[in-house]
Nanobody, 127 residues
Framework: QVQLVESGGGSVQAGDSLRLTCTVS????????MGWFRQAPGKARSFVAS????????KYTDSAQGRLTISRDNAKNAMYLQMNDVKPEDTAVYFC????????????????????WGQGTQVTVSS
């Protein structure tokens, strides 16, 4: 059973930086494309960023461009989301997800593509 565990969330001020980590167990991540999603209070879960299994391809939601950076370290079985210049609208529960992937170039933005999900970590940004 693949397990994903997020960490690094917390309460920060607008303009601060934060790094979320997703650690994968019971499976090597080299065959998994991965992504970050978030769910703000009262809203549906939405796509944030994704990365192909070898890290060569990434996708971002428009609001994340230039401020959030997704990366991964397959040797550590981990994925990261570096969040810079955070804004109150970044407040949400952040989920990491993993998808079976055949190709190194595939980074997925659709939640239905992902088979494995973490429990989420809360990020709260105050102004």
């Amino acid at each position: 059973q693949v397990q994903l565990v997020e960490s690094g969330g917390g309460s920060v001020q607008a303009g601060d930086s934060l790094r979320l980590t997703c650690t994968v167990s019971e499976r090597t991540v080299s065959t998994l494309a991965m992504g970050w999603f978030r769910q703000a209070p009262g809203k549906a879960r939405s796509f944030v960023a994704s990365i192909s299994r070898n890290g060569g391809a990434t996708k971002y939601t428009d609001s994340a461009q230039g401020r959030l950076t997704i990366s991964r370290d397959n040797a550590k079985n981990a994925m990261y989301l570096q969040m810079n210049d955070v804004k109150p609208e970044d407040t949400a529960v952040y989920f990491c997800a993993a998808a079976e992937s055949t190709y190194d170039t595939n980074a997925y933005a659709t939640s239905s593509r992902y088979r494995y999900w973490g429990q989420g970590t809360q990020v709260t940004v105050s102004s």
